[in-house]
């Protein structure tokens, strides 16, 4: 789904801020390597793809529930479809203009989505204005 067809659906949050929010989430959840891929100008499908690597299938399932949480109840998007969730290796997140990628670290590196798409554009996951919630737990 594209932009245009995103602010039809009232969320009020750009596909970025959206990107942006997921790779906190998956950072807060001791995600590594997270990255945002801008593929807006190779593809009319999507925006933007976050990708980001966990240690375990525990930790696969923990960034992938709580990025599904921040982005339904507190930017009230509704994600579309969910892949590999039961095995836990490469798990995708559909949210239609934007694509999370949850990798264990093989299959990150097996199928190197960075240089696949290598002349969409990197975004740095911008700091944070404020802290979640449980910052004062570490």
């Not at 906190?24 to 945002?36: E, F, L, Y």
């Not at 980001?52 to 992938?64: D, E």
């Not at 590999?84 to 798990?91: K, M, R």
Request: hydrophobic share 35%; proline share 5%; aromatic share 8%.
């Amino acid at each position: 789904m594209s932009t245009a067809a995103r602010q039809q659906t009232g969320t009020s949050f750009s596909s970025l801020e959206r990107a942006h929010a997921a790779g906190w989430a998956a950072q807060d959840n001791r995600g590594q390597d997270v990255i945002i891929l801008d593929l807006r100008q190779e593809t009319p499908l999507f925006d933007y793809f976050v990708l980001a690597t966990g240690t375990s299938r525990r930790q696969l399932h923990a960034m992938s529930e709580e990025i599904d949480r921040v982005l339904e109840q507190e930017m009230g998007d509704h994600r579309m479809g969910i892949e590999g969730y039961s095995d836990s290796h490469w798990i995708l997140l559909d949210y239609g203009d934007l694509v999370v990628h949850l990798f264990d670290r093989e299959l990150r590196q097996h199928y190197d989505l960075e240089n696949l798409w290598g002349t969409s554009p990197k975004i740095p996951l911008k700091p944070r204005a404020v802290p979640p919630p449980h910052a004062s737990w570490k």
